[in-house]
């Protein structure tokens, strides 16, 4: 399948919407892991809009915890898994006390196994801005990028999103992965 993909990029960057696309050319069955809880009104929001830009052609899987054991659960229904967002399942973990370096590693030990499902990964990088000033915010931004250098080692295509443009950091560019991916389908 080509490898894994990592999509990096900060806030309204439009790495969503290039890994929705991405993710839509490189299989027929695609999933979206959604990492999100929807735990008051402007996430309720943000989570049904997320739902109505993508319309029906993803199935939705909806897993804030146990992202590895969904991955493999997905894998048997679906050639790509979009999970968005990393960064929101480190803060699940977090919040529910969970080894934050335990879980990404288990994440990095699936995904090398994983051979009949191609995962894209989306995460925001955080360690672009200042130096948060408190020790929890350090503790977040020095745990995703731990989780992002560890993923750029595994995945066999990495991108940084900036004002809705790729920047290929790993791999094919896209257009060359999506051509690939489609002879390897008829194959």
């Keep these: 399948m080509g490898g894994h993909v990592l999509v990096l990029g900060g806030a309204r960057s439009g790495k969503t919407g290039f890994a929705e696309r991405l ?3 490189l299989g027929d069955r695609p999933a979206y892991l959604a990492t999100a809880e929807a735990l008051d009104n402007e996430m309720r929001e943000r989570v049904a809009t997320h739902q109505r830009s993508r319309g029906a052609r993803f199935a939705t899987i909806e897993e804030p915890i146990e992202v590895p ?7 048997k229904d679906h050639d790509v898994i979009l999970v968005d967002c990393l960064t929101l399942w480190i803060t699940n973990l977090l919040g529910s006390g ?3 370096a335990a879980a990404m ?3 990095a030990s699936t995904l ?7 995962v894209v990964l989306v995460s925001n990088e955080v360690g672009l801005g200042i130096v948060p000033d408190n020790a929890l915010a350090r503790t977040f931004r020095d745990l995703a990028g731990a989780a992002h250098q560890r993923l ?10 900036a004002a ?12 060359l992965l999506i051509e690939t991916a489609q002879v390897e389908g008829e194959a």
Excluded: N, W
Aim: aromatic residues 4%.
């Design 98 to 100: 969970d080894d934050v």
């Design 23 to 25: 993710s839509m050319h």
């Design 152 to 161: 750029a080692e595994i995945c066999g295509h990495v991108y940084f999103v």
């Design 112 to 118: 090398t196994q994983l051979k009949r499902s191609r």
């Design 164 to 175: 809705g443009l790729p920047l290929t950091m790993k791999g094919l560019a896209p257009d």
């Design 69 to 75: 054991t969904a991955l493999i659960k997905a894998s």
């Design 105 to 107: 590693e288990e994440l």
